[in-house]
């Protein structure tokens, strides 16, 4: 707080104006009309999920800090540099601003021991917080809509929620999207694959880097997602977990891939997508688009079967997947996606402030019959002039005007103007009957 200013200025003088307060960096205001499009979406994913049956569930955006370091793994980007971690002023406990929702998901299925009666399909949508650098389609606070299935261990529901993303897609328009696709096997496979991984960078250590160097023994498949091109040669005659696979994750593999034929959903297999959390198992993938630069994954997920126990409960498969909500609207707004209108169906002209009781009451009128009705709003020194009025009115994308003048009033009738079709003739209707009016007509605005 600055400090009080009216000791200081003396009497009549000006006070210094305020210094201006901006937000968090990487923190994004979403304002109107832009908010519109994110409704939309949203929407769409509420629809979409419905049909799916997955439900809806809303968990806290603050959680123990334990949970990410003990569920995503501590040798990760996001918990060794991108958490947002504070300490509860009053006991001390350690908190996190979640920086993803799967392992608060599991924290919550556990808590309320959820799988109980059998596996469950949710979704949620909501911010999350990654100390990053901010770039275009990478931020500090960014959205996440994901999907997740919880107690089902089969092929067939990796299969679905890969066929759930890719509807999305289809139905929000997004072209350029490939899908890539791969197995991280069980760990045991994996612990096999490590072995001769860390064998093979051992023998090019001096092409690695300091992040990759440090990572060697504690996480060194995390090195094969590594984005810095010194290193890809020996990334790419790396040993390819999926030669590590055996007959069990290879069939589930195959499964997944034949559902998806059966549906006619390409994909390519990428042997070196890893992902960024520790606790994914067999099936990851990844929906990428070309068209976004270096940020052009938009959604990510896989199998995560060993987490549940991870997080202390008993133990029960799972799968899902986080799509990026800044990049999708990003991509969309790429390929010329005009954007959603919201305009309201009528802007209420009102000439004189004693015009506004009846005025009001015949909006409320409207507005439950569904009708869509924006009030003109005075200065607080009066309406303003007509033309002022009116020149609002066009600017609100209102197709059509309703006058409050006096003279109507006084017969118990309102104007109406049409806003679009140019000089639109003006003809009145009776206080009476134009929310009907209005409401029979607002199939047509
Ligand atoms: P990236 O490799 O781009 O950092 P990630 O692997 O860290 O992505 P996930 O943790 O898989 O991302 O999150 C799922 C999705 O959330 C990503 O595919 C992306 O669309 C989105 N996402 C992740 N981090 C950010 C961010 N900082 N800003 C905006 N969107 C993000
Ligand atoms: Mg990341």
Redesign the pocket.
């Known amino acids: 707080m600055s400090e009080p200013l009216k000791d200081k200025a003396p009497q009549g003088e000006k006070a210094p104006k305020a210094q201006k307060l901006v937000g968090v960096k990487g923190m994004n205001d979403i304002l109107a009309p832009e908010s519109a499009r994110w409704e939309w979406l949203e929407a769409q994913v509420r629809g979409l999920m419905a049909r799916y049956a997955y439900r809806n569930v809303r968990l806290p955006i603050v959680e123990p800090t334990a949970l990410f370091v003990r569920g995503l793994g501590e040798v990760t980007?996001i918990v060794e540099k991108e958490m947002y971690s504070f300490e509860d002023r009053l006991n001390g406990e350690q908190l996190t601003l979640r920086p993803?929702g799967t392992a608060g998901l599991v924290r919550a299925v556990v808590e309320h021991n959820w799988l109980y009666e059998g596996g469950k399909r949710v979704y949620y949508m909501g911010p999350m917080f990654?100390h990053?650098r901010p770039q275009r389609?990478?931020?500090r606070q960014?959205h996440?809509v994901g999907a997740e299935v919880l107690g089902f261990g089969g092929p067939e529901v990796d299969a679905e929620l890969i066929l759930l993303a890719h509807d999305l897609w289809k139905q929000l328009g997004l072209h350029d999207v490939r899908l890539e696709l791969n197995s991280l096997g069980q760990p045991a496979e994996r612990q096999a694959h490590r072995v001769a991984l860390i064998a093979h960078l051992e023998k090019h250590i001096d092409v690695l880097d300091e992040e990759a160097k440090r990572r060697l023994h504690s996480n060194p498949l995390r090195i094969l997602d590594t984005k810095n091109p010194a290193m890809q040669s020996v990334v790419e005659s790396a040993p390819r977990l999926l030669d590590f696979l055996g007959e069990a994750s290879m069939a589930h593999f195959a499964a997944v891939k034949a559902m998806l034929d059966a549906n006619g959903v390409a994909y390519s297999i990428n042997p070196r997508l890893v992902?960024?959390m520790d606790y994914y198992n067999l099936t990851v993938f990844e929906f990428i688009t070309t068209r976004l630069g270096s940020?052009g994954?938009?959604?990510?997920g896989g199998r995560y079967d060993y987490l549940i126990e991870q997080v202390g409960g008993k133990p029960a498969p799972a799968v899902g997947w986080?799509?990026?909500v800044?990049?999708v609207l990003e991509l969309l707004k790429e390929q010329g996606e005009a954007g959603q209108a919201v305009d309201p169906d009528v802007y209420a002209i009102i000439p004189e402030t004693a015009a506004l009781p009846v005025a009001m009451r015949v909006l409320q009128e409207l507005r439950a019959l569904g009708v869509s009705a924006q009030m003109h709003a005075g200065s607080g020194e009066g309406m303003g002039s007509m033309k002022s009025q009116f020149k609002k009115a066009d600017s609100s994308g209102a197709r059509y005007a309703l006058v409050f003048g006096a003279e109507e009033l006084a017969q118990d009738q309102v104007a109406v103007k049409s806003l679009r079709d140019g000089a639109g003739a003006q003809r009145s209707e009776s206080l009476q009957t134009v929310a009907t009016w209005a409401h029979t007509l607002q199939s047509t605005l």
């Open positions: 980007d993803e990654r990053e389609g990478r931020y960014f996440q992902r960024g940020q994954t938009i959604c990510g986080a799509l990026g800044e990049r």
